[in-house]
């Protein structure tokens, strides 16, 4: 028996998308590891598998990390700043700093409410500078935008949806 691969465009249910230099500053960066290799399973375990479920995009080019919206014609440049905390009625609300993108509004503020402490972002993780905040910022925004899709879909979104994966 022989077994051809016969899907020539993306794969289904991966988030994460490489553009420009983007795989060139990954390499880079795990090549300033003394084992690239762990540093990359490390990378892959802790940015790209967590986001291998959204429909939302998250685009590395080299430098910058975009959520693209799955949605919409929505897309946020994550920006390399410590989030604020903040807390409302009981609950976590961080705001990270982001260059809207399609929108009138440039520099802004993404704020994603967690119902307890205990479902926010880990605040060290968020206050060390470099991409990997970026990418930690990145997959919270994709989550939040993913959670506002409506989970009943249209007879023409199956149709589409069908389409896209079948056709």
Excluded: W
């Amino acid at each position: 028996m022989r077994v051809t691969n016969v899907q020539n465009g993306q794969n289904f249910g991966m988030s994460f998308k490489l553009k420009g230099a983007g795989a060139e500053a990954l390499a880079k960066h795990f090549h300033s590891f003394s084992d690239p290799k762990a540093a990359e399973k490390t990378f892959v375990n802790e940015v790209v598998k967590p986001l291998s479920k959204l429909k939302s995009d998250v685009v590395y080019d080299g430098s910058n990390v975009v959520v693209h919206d799955a949605m919409s014609a929505k897309a946020f440049e994550v920006l390399d700043a410590t989030p604020k905390f903040e807390d409302y009625k009981g609950k976590s609300v961080v705001n990270y700093l982001v260059n809207s993108i399609c929108s009138n509004q440039k520099d802004g503020v993404y704020s994603k409410m967690y119902a307890d402490n205990t479902k926010a972002p880990d605040m060290i993780k968020l206050a060390t500078p470099g991409f990997e905040r970026q990418f930690t910022i990145a997959g919270e925004i994709a989550k939040d935008l993913d959670s506002r899709i409506p989970t009943i879909e249209s007879q023409k979104d199956t149709a589409s949806r069908l389409k896209n994966l079948y056709a």
